[in-house]
């Protein structure tokens, strides 16, 4: 599966942006899918997922801001993202998993997009 993301760009704290992440390729229900971010000098960290099943996951420091959701019609999984602050900064990445795990980490996902970038200004 080929996956394309968009929507990144530079905000104030405080604000909002949508992340969409458009997959092609195969069958876009039967893959879970998710987002990592990797800030400069850091590790890829998992920010959220969502399962084939609409199951959702969020690590603790999006939890309340951020929303994961997914459109099976238009093969697009989004991440909006709201209450944004200056270390939410980060290339992000979406990804495809059609394994058991989904919510373990970056690690439960074979299938990349090439990352968009989200500057938050203080």
């Known amino acids: 599966v080929q996956l394309q993301a968009s929507g990144g760009g530079l905000v104030q704290a405080g604000g909002s942006l949508r992340l969409s992440c458009a997959a092609s390729?195969?069958?876009?229900?039967?893959?879970?899918m998710g987002w990592c971010r990797q800030a400069p000098g850091k590790e890829r960290e998992f920010v959220a997922a969502?399962?084939?099943?609409?199951?959702?996951y969020y690590t603790d420091s999006v939890k309340g801001r951020f929303i994961i959701s997914r459109d099976n019609a238009k093969n697009t999984v989004y991440l909006h993202m709201n209450s944004l602050q200056p270390e939410d900064t980060a290339v992000y990445y979406c990804?495809?998993?059609?394994?058991?795990?989904?919510?373990?980490?970056?690690?439960?996902?074979?299938?990349w997009g090439q990352g968009t970038q989200v500057t938050v200004s203080s």
């Open positions: 990804a495809a998993g059609d394994g058991r795990t989904w919510y373990g980490g970056c690690g439960d996902y074979v299938y």
């Open positions: 390729g195969r069958t876009f229900i039967n893959y879970n």
């Open positions: 969502i399962s084939r099943l609409y199951s959702t």
